[in-house]
T-cell receptor
Framework: TQLLEQSPQFLSIQEGENLTVYCNSSSVFSSLQWYRQEPGEGPVLLVTVVTGGEVKKLKRLTFQFGDARKDSSLHITAAQPGDTGLYLCAGEGETSGSRLTFGEGTQLTVNP | GAGVSQSPSNKVTEKGKDVELRCDPISGHTALYWYRQSLGQGLEFLIYFQGNSAPDKSGLPSDRFSAERTGGSVSTLTIQRTQQEDSAVYLC?????????????FGPGTRLTVL
């Protein structure tokens, strides 16, 4: 069974601060996706990383896939209240086909 | 519509009753997934349909849970003899393999409350 551990589980920061969310596993993934979910809605895909060491930027969000494709991080610069939400990482295993394994999520609150 | 739709958006039922949850995937998406999410938690995989292949049912928590996908499109998740621990948000997602990557698009979910 593939497991993805996300940390921290909860994060409350002030507007303008930086933060990093981590997603770790002992398993290798063929790709890793990051989603953001707001209350009452389904998760929305932010980015997919597929190459070890890959870095993708989406405005103030920077996503990195570990060299060994076992871990990933999401870094937010100068967080804003609109960044508040549940951030989920999900990995597609090399042998599990297209079934995704989700982390437990990081609940981010950015206070004005 | 352009996205994944689910109905109903909310369902309140009494313990012991059966419920049916519906998912309309994005047109052309060959894969469909059902997940369960407790408040503020991650997603628990339930079942996965891919084309005409036999579904992956390995995530269904008990034999009270079943799902079908008719005509490769609409899917229904059925929970028989509901229990209070079945209360959760049930999310459906669909995907289309592009370059070996399946990016999932989620519906808004059905919030199930079992009294």
């Amino acid at each position: 069974t593939q497991l993805l551990e996300q940390s921290p589980q909860f994060l409350s920061i002030q507007e303008g601060e930086n933060l990093t969310v981590y997603c770790n596993s002992s398993s290798v993934f063929s790709s890793l996706q990051w989603y953001r979910q707001e209350p009452g809605e389904g998760p929305v895909l932010l980015v997919t990383v597929v190459t070890g060491g890959e870095v993708k930027k989406l405005k103030r969000l920077t996503f990195q896939f570990g060299d060994a494709r076992k871990d990933s991080s999401l870094h937010i610069t100068a967080a804003q209240p609109g960044d508040t939400g549940l951030y989920l990482c999900a990995g597609e295993g090399e042998t599990s086909g297209s079934r995704l394994t989700f982390g437990e999520g990081t609940q981010l609150t950015v206070n004005p | 519509g352009a996205g994944v739709s689910q109905s109903p958006s909310n369902k309140v039922t009494e313990k012991g009753k059966d419920v049916e949850l519906r998912c309309d995937p994005i047109s052309g998406h060959t894969a469909l997934y059902w997940y369960r999410q407790s408040l503020g938690q991650g997603l628990e995989f339930l079942i996965y349909f891919q084309g005409n292949s036999a579904p992956d049912k390995s995530g269904l928590p008990s034999d009270r849970f079943s799902a079908e996908r008719t005509g490769g499109s609409v899917s229904t998740l059925t929970i028989q003899r509901t229990q209070q621990e079945d209360s959760a948000v049930y999310l459906c997602a669909s995907s289309f393999n592009v370059g070996g990557i399946n990016e999932q698009f989620f519906g808004p979910g059905t919030r199930l409350t079992v009294l």
